[in-house]
């Protein structure tokens, strides 16, 4: 009966040591222009000051998202961000548009008291990855440029060409980064 004891408790010491992997992701970095902060200073006087970048509360936590049905998702336990969402997502926002808006300053933090400055604020309501095999960025952003405001939904769905959290992370980015691009375009009109 001793010995019986001894090896159930040394199973049991021994499945619980065992551990699941614990993988972590960043967004991938797109690569900025070279224009020196001083060049685009002297030569336009735009500046963007991304205030901030707000995620849904499902999203604030450490694991990736997964939409599992229509109304239910699941929280990844081993597949997490290696930094939280929201400073992710604002600085590859930052980086991205720094890359798309020639003669602009675009800063994560407030630019020495410009009065002339524009001021971007988004809200995240999905970044996630779908059953059917979607990855899905979706919420909206503010633009107040003085006393013009606007605000513009977007919705994105991309399809994952494979499976895993690598191939989803980066069709998030490749989302993001699309949304990124629309943002530019509409701060040049």
Known sequence: MMKKNIIAIALLLSACSSQTQVSYYQLPAVAAKT??????????????????????????????????????????????????????????????????????????????GSSDMDILRVTINGFHGRYDGYAVVNGYWILQRGEQITRRPFDIEMPLQKDGYDELVHTLAKAWQQEAEAIAKSLNN
């Open 35 to 112: 224009n020196s902060v001083a060049e685009i200073a002297v030569n336009s006087g735009k500046q963007l000051w991304i205030e901030n970048v707000t995620v849904a509360d499902f999203l604030t936590g450490t694991g990736i998202a997964y939409q599992t049905s229509d109304v239910k998702y699941t929280i990844a336990n081993n597949n997490l961000w290696g930094s939280g969402l929201e400073q992710q997502l604002k600085q590859s926002l930052t980086n991205n548009l720094n890359a798309l808006l020639s003669g602009w300053i675009v800063s994560a933090q407030p630019i020495g």
